[in-house]
Structure formats: C-alpha cells, structure tokens
C-alpha cells in the first residue's frame, strides 16, 4: 500500500516522502499512531501544494539574499574604538559589534552567528569578515578598524 509519511521513520523513510509499505504494517502500526496517510490524489494533492510553497519560500529567501549580497559587496564598514598608543584595542571588534555596525548605518539586519571571523580583531587596521547570507552564498565584509 502506498502512503505518505507525516514523520521521520528511522529504517522506512523521512517526512513528506512516499513509500510503499505492507498492508498489515500500515494498517496496525502506521495509521493508529498517525504517522501516515493513504497516498489517494487529495492527499498527493496536498503534498504536491505543500512542496511548492516551501520551493518559492526558498527562492524567495535565495533572491533577498543576493540582494544583500550586492549591498554588502560595496560595503567598507568603519567600526571607531578605543585603542592604546601602539594600535592594540581594548577588547576586541566581535561579530556583534560588527552586526550592530552593519543594522545602525546600512539598515541591514544579519545574526551575529553568520558573520565568521577568522580571529577577533584586536589592532586597528583593515580586516575582512566572511557572512553567510544562505546556504551556498555567502559574501566578504572589508572592515576598516580605527581609533
């Protein structure tokens, strides 16, 4: 019998898929602790309804992506800190600061978790800073650190 899994099944499949499984196992295993339904052409419908939302709401995010990828590209972010007289800051630049920086003057909202620095930055100088905008795009940050 084919049917559409509503969950994980370790061993039988992954959610959204369809399989086709025994009578007997779907009937008394399957369908009593709702973990599938009868693959008929409403519910395949539905899947089908469900899949191309979620492919345009990828899309979608894909596009915003780039265009703030072409933003970030033009983008050389001066970040202005307390430094002692041989060019050491007191602290350090973070990805927060650098986000915060990057909300305050250009309006664009990044986590602080997709902005990978190689180290922290603790001179002043230009730097580079790599955000992760989505998966396989990703885009380089020129900072330029001074006192």
Known sequence: MKV???DNIKGVGKKDEIINASDGYVRN???PKKLAVEANKENLAKLNSK???IAF???TERNEALK???KIKNITLEIKVKAGENGKIFGGVTAKEISEELNQKYNIN???KKILLKETIKNIGTFTATIKLYEGISEDLTLNIIS
């Open 4 to 6: 559409i899994l509503l």
């Open 29 to 31: 295993y399957l369908f």
């Open 51 to 53: 899949n191309e939302s």
């Open 57 to 59: 709401k990828k899309e």
């Open 68 to 70: 703030i990828g072409e």
């Open 110 to 112: 990044i986590d602080k």
